[in-house]
């Protein structure tokens, strides 16, 4: 399951660009080294409780970047001072006159404005999401098994390989020939629910996480 990065990541955005946690829409980032490459490692991964600590100040500057444009487009198009309007739940408000356009009214005119190249972070005090409970937002595609993982991948000519792993010692729990037969049992054949089970699921090897058979080596 994870430390919750699906979580986490996005509250660190939301935070800053002004939207309810609940008006995310979570994708996980295709691969490029260029574009997602983690701080501490040089390369696309995550590990060793590293997103917050390497994310942490690039996504909120990222949603304070976003922030400040739709506000200065808001502005724009009301001709008013930027700083007579606020953001808050996707939302730019003109205090004195109440007037309001939402971020996708106003995401076409902030495209092309220019990208400040400095914009303020939030006190800390100020906070709304972060350091907040807050339900996973990767939990129901886990739970209902919609989630993908690099094991659910097929492609094009794609070989299957399974670990060969040495016959168990124990009375009962053995391959073919420790049970009589004229010649071991392939780790495919096992029959599911004859011995190591645990949690409901066949357990092969005698090891904690070991890949069941018949699943793609990464």
Known sequence: MGQGTYTSMPMLLAEELEVGLDQVQLEHAPPNDKLYANPLFGDQETGGS????????????????????LVAAAAQTWDVDPTSCRAKR????????????????LA?????????????????????????????LDAPDKVNGKAEYGIDVRLPGMKIATVA????????????RSQGHGHPRRATDRQPGRCGRRGGRPHVGGQAGARRPGHPVG
Request: net charge positive.
């Open 165 to 176: 792993r040495a016959r168990a010692g124990r009375q009962g729990c053995g391959t073919g």
């Open 50 to 69: 590293s997103s917050v600590r390497s994310f942490y100040e690039p996504l909120r500057r990222a949603g304070a970047t976003a922030r400040t444009m």
């Open 90 to 105: 996707g939302v730019v408000t003109h205090t004195p006159s109440g007037r309001t356009l939402t971020y996708g009214a």
């Open 108 to 136: 076409d005119k902030a495209g092309k404005l220019p990208v400040p190249e400095k914009v303020a972070l939030k006190d800390p005090k100020d906070f709304t999401l972060i350091g907040t409970p807050a339900k996973r």
